[in-house]
């Protein structure tokens, strides 16, 4: 009898044990700042910072500040991309414009995203091959944008596509040859690298997109939700403790936890994404 209770405790004390070490959060660095507006992370895990104005602060894994740029014209960013590793791009729809810089954030290009085939740029992103991707609202058409050429050459009329849909586009981002539209209280939906509509999904989303491996990943309720985007099955995971962070980022060394007053760096292994 007594040796059958130790083997119970004993289990019971090794799944304990296993679920606390998988749910555990140990916090890397902080970095705590004023009016962060958008944040973005390389491959490499050096985090780009962009405030209201459109200065952008660049870190390292471990919270160490880096750069800045601060741009002539300042104004606040509508898109602020890194995770293409080599170059770092960053959209104003107030402004218009657009801007591709590289990884030490010395301008490579800038230019007026406005010229003959667009009119109005509510989103744009960048995409393959020297193009950018952008939502026309004048005409509500999704165009391809060789920035080389400053070139129109591809143009997806999105209101014979998506007929019901208001097409209140709040960001695009490509990601595995994929194209992302995040419509607002719509959903997100999904096109190919040559704007064939696939699929969309049921979610609303008032956050910047974030990917890792084949899943959307957001925080909603207090949990980190992934969503396969190809099956839509969900799974999720509980924030840390006392974390009121409403974004998140993942690479395969870190994740960071963000909101407007700071940045919380985790160490990828150090947190229950350890084996996704």
């Excluded at 770092?88 to 954030?105: A, N, V």
């Excluded at 990917?211 to 099956?231: H, P």
């Amino acid at each position: 009898m007594m040796t059958r209770m130790f083997l119970v405790l004993t289990s019971m004390l090794l799944t304990f044990g296993g679920f606390a070490q998988t749910s555990t959060w140990n916090q890397h660095a902080n970095i705590p700042l004023e009016r962060i507006h958008q944040v973005s992370m390389d491959n490499q895990g050096f985090i780009f910072v962009a405030n209201l104005e459109g200065n952008i602060s660049q870190f390292d894994r471990d919270g160490n500040f880096q750069n800045i740029f601060s741009p002539s014209r300042q104004g606040r960013l509508s898109q602020l991309e890194a995770s293409w590793t080599v170059n770092i791009f960053t959209f104003s729809t107030d402004l218009q414009e657009y801007r591709i810089l590289d990884r030490f954030l010395n301008p490579i290009t800038e230019n007026k995203i406005q010229q003959d085939n667009i009119f109005l740029a509510k989103a744009a992103t960048l995409g393959n091959n020297n193009i950018i991707w952008v939502f026309d609202e004048s005409d509500f058409s999704l165009k391809q944008l060789d920035y080389r050429r400053n070139l129109v050459i591809q143009q997806q009329p999105l209101n014979l596509v998506l007929k019901n849909s208001d097409l209140e586009i709040i960001e695009i981002k490509e990601y595995q040859n994929m194209v992302f539209l995040n419509i607002k209280n719509e959903g997100v939906y999904i096109f190919d690298n040559q704007a064939n509509f696939i699929r969309s999904l049921p979610i609303v989303l008032d956050l910047k997109l974030s990917f890792w491996k084949n899943n959307l990943v957001f925080i909603s309720k207090g949990e980190i939700i992934l969503m396969n985007f190809q099956s839509g099955i969900q799974e999720k995971i509980p924030l840390p403790a006392n974390s009121n962070s409403k974004n998140i980022l993942v690479n395969p060394n870190s994740v960071l936890l963000f909101d407007p007053g700071q940045i919380s760096i985790y160490k990828k292994e150090d947190t229950p994404l350890r084996n996704k």
